[in-house]
């Protein structure tokens, strides 16, 4: 009786591991002609899409994966105007949709990881109502 139950635990441990078998398939690999490629995908910029805020010198664009820290050009100035039309407080936050250079280099005033020169603004929508929780501390 013990052999048969020793069998049985030794039979379902044994058909209970899962099988790691690789699979064969080869995936194939697409390689694009630089000559193939438009100017926009040749230029070395993202598209980025997030909530843009612009307050006290410091800019930040958040996206769904990660946090960027913008860097201070012209190019931010004009977008920091386009959205303050959407703005009905300076720390009010904007939807943008921008291309730009992305970079993980070390500067001196911005200590995010990662960090984005604006080359070109697509969009700028305000931010649903629903999302923009802001809170307030005091009698203003």
Known sequence: MKKVLILLICLSAFLSCKKDVKSQTSEETTI???????????????????????????????????????????????????????????????????????????HETILWDNKVEVHEILSVKPNPKEENNVIKLGNQ
């Open 32 to 106: 694009t002609d630089d000559s193939e490629r438009t100017a926009k995908q040749s230029d070395g910029l993202t598209l980025l899409k997030g909530e843009f805020v612009y307050y006290d010198g410091a800019a930040v664009l958040q996206t769904h994966a990660e946090i960027y820290g913008v860097l201070l050009t012209d190019k931010l100035e004009e977008l920091n105007e386009e959205a303050k039309k959407y703005k009905t407080e300076p720390t009010d936050m904007v939807q943008v949709t921008i291309r730009g250079k992305i970079t993980n280099d070390k």
